[in-house]
């Protein structure tokens, strides 16, 4: 607060003007329409594929039973059927919210080992396809992979990695 003993909104405001005076950082480049709309259908994907494994293990589970009621049975394919039928549908529309220079990006995303559709879909959209990040460190930082030091006095420990956002991701 450079000894300033007030702490008000007008106050926090001149030294968040100072700041960007001294250091000048660079404009936050907000995601396109395109990078928005599939983001939005990725998460679309994941929380329909997350129902149906939760269906699904209610479904095993209730097979176990002594007793089985049909209705209740019948009830829980239906609805399985049907979010598989809803997956394939999103899944449909992924490759028509891709530009070309998205798409480019993904298929080298995809030339790693490891990574697949979904996972360079979902670097793409959280990213807005790596334009905001200028070195590999700050990319591993923003997704919560760098180590994290804690340091008090003599004592230092590292707990490992910092894991504040992006857990989806990581």
Known sequence: MKNIITKTDAEDAKLIRNYGE??????????TQDIEYLDQEIKLLNDLEEEKRRYAVKLKALRFHPVVNPS?????EKRLKQLEKE?????????QLQDEEFTETKNLLQS???????T?????????????FHSSKSLVKYFGLAPRIYQ????SYSPGKCRTSKAYIR
């Open 120 to 132: 360079s879909l979902q670097l793409m959209t959280a990213t807005s396809g790596f334009k905001n």
């Open 22 to 31: 001294m250091f000048r950082p660079e404009f936050y480049v907000p995601k």
């Open 112 to 118: 790693v080992s490891g990574i697949g559709e979904k």
């Open 87 to 95: 997956i394939k549908e999103v899944e449909a529309r992924l490759p």
């Open 152 to 155: 008090s006095g003599k004592k």
């Open 72 to 76: 209740t049975e019948k009830h829980y």
